[in-house]
C-alpha cells in the first residue's frame, strides 16, 4: 500500500535517500570504495529477515551445494548488490548515462532489430538480474528509439517521484502495472518496445505455477499470453557483468508453436520463459536478486 505523500515516514524516508544522494555526490573515489563496505556491512546485518531468505532460497536453488559453498556466494551476492546499488547512485546524482554506456557492450542486437521489422513491436523480458535499471538506456541507445518499461510505483510517493525522473532520464518511458494493458497494446501496435521483468512472485489469480530450480513457483503469463493471442515477437534480454565491462546478451527471439492460446499453452510458453531465466541465473547466480521472495506462494493445499 502507498504511503501518503505528506506522511513523516515518507518524508523522513525521503531524507535519508536524499542525504545519501548528496554523500555521494560529494565523494572522492576513496570514499565511495568505504561506503560500499558500509552499504554491504548495513544490507548483512540491518535485515536479518532478508538475510535468513536469501539462505533459505540458495537452500532451496542449490540443494547439492555444501553449506560453505553457498555462504560463499552468499557473500559474493551482497558485493554484487553493494556494487550496483552504489553504481546507480553515482548515476542518480551525476545524471552520468556515459559512465555505463562506455563500459557496456550488446551481443546479437540483430535479433531485436530483425523482430522489430515484423511490424507488430517487441517484448522484451527479463529479470532482477545483473543490474536491469540499465537494460532500457543500453536499448535505447543500440536500437534509437523509446523502451517502455513496465513498473510497479514505489510505496513511497516522494521517492518514486524522484525515481521515476531518474528512470526517464535513463532511458525508460514508464508504464504503471495497474490496469496497464491497453497502454502496451497501443504501444506495440505503434512497432513499439515494451520491456518487463518476469521472475518475481505473484498471486495465483495473476499467475501460474511453474518448474524454477526445480521447486513450484508463481510466474506471471503477461508474456505467455501476447504472445499466444496477439502473435507479438518476444526476446528474451539479459544484463551481466565481467568485471567492470556491462554485457547486455539478446537470446534467440521465442519460437513456440502457434494456433493454440489456452490455458495449457499458456502454462507450457510460461514455464519455457521461466527456464530461459534459470539459465541466465545458473551462470552467474551471485547477480540475481535472491533478496526477493520468489517461492512464496504456494500450489493450493501445499505448505510453504
Not at 515477437?233 to 537470446?251: Q, R, T, W
Not at 519455457?272 to 526477493?292: A, D, M, N, S, Y
Amino acid at each position: 500500500m502507498q504511503q501518503k505523500k505528506g506522511s513523516f515516514k515518507s518524508r523522513l524516508e525521503l531524507a535519508l535517500f536524499t542525504g545519501t544522494l548528496s554523500l555521494v555526490k560529494i565523494s572522492p573515489p576513496w570514499a565511495l570504495r568505504l561506503e560500499k563496505k558500509l552499504l554491504v556491512f548495513f544490507l548483512k546485518k540491518g535485515s536479518p529477515r532478508h538475510s535468513h531468505l536469501i539462505t533459505h532460497n540458495l537452500a532451496l536453488a542449490f540443494p547439492d551445494a555444501g553449506a560453505a559453498q553457498r555462504a560463499a556466494l552468499k557473500n559474493r551476492i551482497y558485493d554484487h548488490f553493494g556494487s550496483m546499488f552504489m553504481e546507480i547512485a553515482r548515476a542518480f546524482v551525476r545524471s552520468d548515462k556515459r559512465s555505463v554506456l562506455s563500459r557496456a557492450r550488446v551481443n546479437h542486437a540483430e535479433v531485436l532489430e530483425r523482430a522489430l521489422k515484423k511490424g507488430r513491436g517487441v517484448i522484451v523480458f527479463s529479470a532482477h538480474f545483473g543490474n536491469w535499471e540499465w537494460i532500457p538506456l543500453i536499448l535505447r541507445d543500440r536500437l534509437g528509439r523509446e523502451i517502455h518499461s513496465i513498473a510497479r510505483p514505489m510505496d513511497n510517493p516522494l521517492i518514486e517521484r524522484r525515481v521515476l525522473e531518474f528512470r526517464e532520464a535513463m532511458g525508460s518511458r514508464v508504464i504503471y502495472k495497474q490496469g496497464s494493458l491497453r497502454t502496451i497494446l497501443k504501444r506495440l501496435a505503434a512497432n513499439e518496445v515494451v520491456y518487463l521483468l518476469i521472475d518475481q512472485n505473484t498471486v495465483p489469480r495473476e499467475g501460474v505455477f511453474v518448474d524454477f530450480f526445480a521447486n513450484k513457483a508463481a510466474a506471471v503469463t503477461t508474456v505467455a499470453q501476447l504472445y499466444l493471442k496477439k502473435h507479438v515477437p518476444v526476446v528474451p534480454v539479459f544484463l551481466h557483468y565481467e568485471g567492470e565491462a556491462i554485457v547486455l546478451d539478446v537470446l534467440p527471439e521465442v519460437d513456440f508453436p502457434a494456433g493454440n492460446s489456452g490455458p495449457a499453452a499458456v502454462c507450457e510458453l510460461t514455464q519455457e520463459l521461466t527456464r530461459i531465466i534459470e539459465g541466465q541465473v545458473r551462470k552467474f547466480p551471485e547477480q540475481w536478486f535472491w533478496f526477493h521472495d520468489r517461492w512464496k506462494t504456494r500450489p493450493q493445499g501445499e505448505a510453504k
